[in-house]
């Protein structure tokens, strides 16, 4: 059974949550907009900094439907749940304190957190890269998977996304998202057609107003292509998709990225202090990179997309009159 949530967005699309780029301005505009819109709970340096980005959401959301009369998207926070992330527990109840609606997790499915979020109504969405991770999630009683196929960027993974979903439909039934190179309607039509219930967009939504993107970083990803885009575990110990002009501009060759051995950053460092010193520097994206040429409002590039979307979908029905 599919959330109801879904039938009430205006596009079946997710922004992705994405590591120092997804804030409370652009969650907040997903979300009046019709569209979910989530941010990492890291992307705030403490539990407290992350419990006031909630609050705020929460009121903001609140504060347009009084205003407006207009339902928004429900909104969500992605959460690391692995041993090396020591604020999990503390964010976690943070967001069963909230009620966050919808929480992501990553680099583990746990059923104690599972239990706890559905304890107060909530959906937990987790991401997979292949078919192993998404049985164990399934098992931990996950609401949906994301399907993170590749060419997506971040933490992708190097499956193709028909095979993907092919392979998770045969035992999971509740929902999917796909993350992949979706930067327009087109691609968003495209996912449902492959039997997708939402799109799960990231690096499209790099290049908004709202996001917390450098603009350098946002110029990047209008120069650059496909091609640029680099899949290496030498930036944090996974294997992950980044801009080639922004690993050059520090000095990280081919020779270097092509190797499986973690880039030493500072010992100095602690764990999650280091990611984000290298993420701060070397910027992700995904493939889809290739179709993005601007930096738009977050309310009109979703508004090209439900365009972009619809004229799709109306030009696969004339397939039909043709097809029969």
Known sequence: ????????????????????????KLVIECCKNGIVGTFPALNQKTSEGFEEWVVTIKESLSSYESETGIKPAPFGVNL?????????QEDLKICVKHKVPIIIT???????????????????????????????????????????????????????PMSLISEVKKFFNKTILLSGCISNGNDVASAMQMGADLAYMGTRFINVEESMADDKYKQMIIDSSASDIVYTAAVSGVNANFLRPSLEAM?????????TKKIDFGKELSQSEEEAKAW??????????????????????IENLKKEFHNSILKQNELLKIYK
């Open 1 to 24: 059974m599919k959330p109801n949530f879904i039938n009430d967005l205006k596009l079946p699309v997710v922004a992705a949550p994405m590591f120092l780029i997804s804030g409370p």
């Open 80 to 88: 690391i749940v692995h041993p090396t992330n020591m604020r999990v």
């Open 106 to 160: 990553s680099l583990g499915a746990v059923s104690q957190l599972v239990d706890a979020v559905h304890s107060y109504g909530g959906l937990v969405f987790h991401d997979i890269i292949k078919k192993r991770h998404a049985e164990k999630a399934s098992e931990a009683g996950v609401d949906g998977l994301i399907l993170v196929s590749a060419g997506a960027g971040g933490h992708a993974g190097s499956t193709n």
């Open 251 to 259: 000095g990280i060759t081919e020779d270097i990225w092509s190797q």
């Open 280 to 301: 701060k520097t070397i910027w992700s994206a995904g493939q889809g990179v290739t179709s993005i040429n601007d930096v738009l409002k977050t309310n009109t590039l």
